[in-house]
């Protein structure tokens, strides 16, 4: 029994971890907390059904029993590139005039209506109700003993296994990567050794949103699509990234699978309504043992 409890917590800690990811480098990098990334979840949730849709009516149908084809895999391609425009054009109207004022307050603060904006336009352009990628009923398949999961389920792990190794890659053998981590490790050094600190920004903006987008296409594939998705999502996604040690993306993969897991295990013993709770109590109970996060490093 408890095993499939902690892969149905391996399953949504997936979809946090990516989230969180995006949160803290932005907070590392831009340095203020961005409550409106939840709503870029909802949104690149809502680009990938534009483009799930799409296929549908070409195909003259549904994707078919499995929703992880190449047509899905192009739909999370096209979510992140859309997402990441739209969150160039957030901080384009909103963070970087502010970011000249240098009150980080101002910053959170517009974050706030910043997302509630995002989430209003959701229920304009789409509606209220509840959407899926995917009609069709999936069976189940044993991969243990007594652990069932879907294909989609498989699916989600598999990729943001995959998504997580390649962000590792990323930043540390690439320019642009390396170019980030000094970034955020110093700002004004990065900038007196040449390093192009606006172009850093943008592509923070984007990695961030990019996998965002990933996070709330997942969300929906294995839940279901709502405009208050995002909403939902933005405090499991802080609480991962402060579990993890804010500002370290692979605390935030590890706090969010410590969030996913303590959500779902504690069904186990108490009503599905405190699932939220019980992963800000392990937050808690960590930062009062360890301040800085499990990964997180004294400064």
């Given at each position: 029994?408890?095993?499939?409890?902690?892969?149905?917590?391996?399953?949504?800690?997936?979809?946090?971890?990516?989230?969180?990811?995006?949160?803290?480098?932005?907070?590392?990098?831009?340095?203020?907390?961005?409550?409106?990334?939840?709503?870029?979840?909802?949104?690149?949730?809502?680009?990938?059904?534009?483009?799930?849709?799409?296929?549908?009516?070409?195909?003259?149908?549904?994707?078919?029993?499995?929703?992880?084809?190449?047509?899905?895999?192009?739909?999370?391609?096209?979510?992140?590139?859309?997402?990441?425009?739209?969150?160039?054009?957030?901080?384009?109207?909103?963070?970087?005039?502010?970011?000249?004022?240098?009150?980080?307050?101002?910053?959170?603060?517009?974050?706030?209506?910043?997302?509630?904006?995002?989430?209003?336009?959701?229920?304009?352009?789409?509606?209220?109700?509840?959407?899926?990628?995917?009609?069709?009923?999936?069976?189940?398949?044993?991969?243990?003993?007594?652990?069932?999961m879907t294909p989609d389920q498989i699916f989600v792990v598999a990729l943001a296994v995959v998504l997580v190794v390649a962000l590792h890659l990323f930043l540390t053998r690439t320019k642009l990567g390396k170019a980030m981590r000094a970034t955020a490790d110093n700002l004004a050094l990065a900038q007196v050794t040449?390093?192009?600190?606006?172009?850093?920004?943008?592509?923070?903006?984007?990695?961030?949103?990019?996998?965002?987008?990933?996070?709330?296409?997942?969300?929906?594939?294995?839940?279901?699509?709502?405009?208050?998705?995002?909403?939902?999502?933005?405090?499991?996604?802080?609480?991962?990234?402060?579990?993890?040690?804010?500002?370290?993306?692979?605390?935030?993969?590890?706090?969010?699978?410590?969030?996913?897991?303590?959500?779902?295990?504690?069904?186990?013993?108490?009503?599905?309504?405190?699932?939220?709770?019980?992963?800000?109590?392990?937050?808690?109970?960590?930062?009062?043992?360890?301040?800085?996060?499990?990964?997180?490093?004294?400064?």
């Amino acid at each position: 029994m408890i095993g499939q409890y902690l892969a149905d917590g391996i399953v949504l800690g997936s979809t946090i971890a990516l989230g969180a990811i995006g949160l803290t480098l932005t907070y590392n990098i831009l340095n203020f907390a961005n409550f409106a990334h939840g709503s870029l979840l909802s949104w690149g949730a809502y680009f990938g059904l534009v483009f799930v849709m799409a296929f549908a009516g070409v195909q003259g149908g549904t994707f078919g029993p499995l929703s992880f084809g190449w047509p899905f895999i192009v739909a999370l391609v096209g979510a992140a590139v859309l997402t990441s425009g739209l969150a160039l054009l957030v901080d384009w109207l909103v963070f970087r005039p502010l970011r000249r004022s240098n009150i980080q307050v101002a910053l959170v603060f517009a974050s706030f209506g910043a997302s509630l904006l995002l989430r209003n336009f959701i229920v304009v352009f789409f509606g209220p109700e509840p959407r899926y990628y995917n009609n069709s009923i999936q069976i189940t398949r044993e991969i243990l003993p007594g652990v069932r999961m879907t294909p989609d389920q498989i699916f989600v792990v598999a990729l943001a296994v995959v998504l997580v190794v390649a962000l590792h890659l990323f930043l540390t053998r690439t320019k642009l990567g390396k170019a980030m981590r000094a970034t955020a490790d110093n700002l004004a050094l990065a900038q007196v050794t040449g390093i192009n600190v606006q172009g850093v920004m943008r592509w923070t903006w984007v990695v961030g949103a990019s996998l965002a987008a990933v996070g709330g296409m997942f969300f929906g594939l294995t839940v279901q699509i709502l405009p208050e998705m995002g909403f939902n999502l933005v405090l499991p996604l802080f609480a991962a990234a402060i579990l993890g040690g804010i500002g370290s993306v692979y605390g935030a993969v590890l706090g969010g699978l410590v969030i996913g897991i303590a959500q779902d295990v504690s069904v186990m013993f108490i009503s599905p309504a405190y699932k939220p709770a019980v992963a800000f109590v392990i937050m808690i109970v960590v930062l009062l043992v360890r301040p800085t996060g499990i990964l997180g490093e004294k400064k």
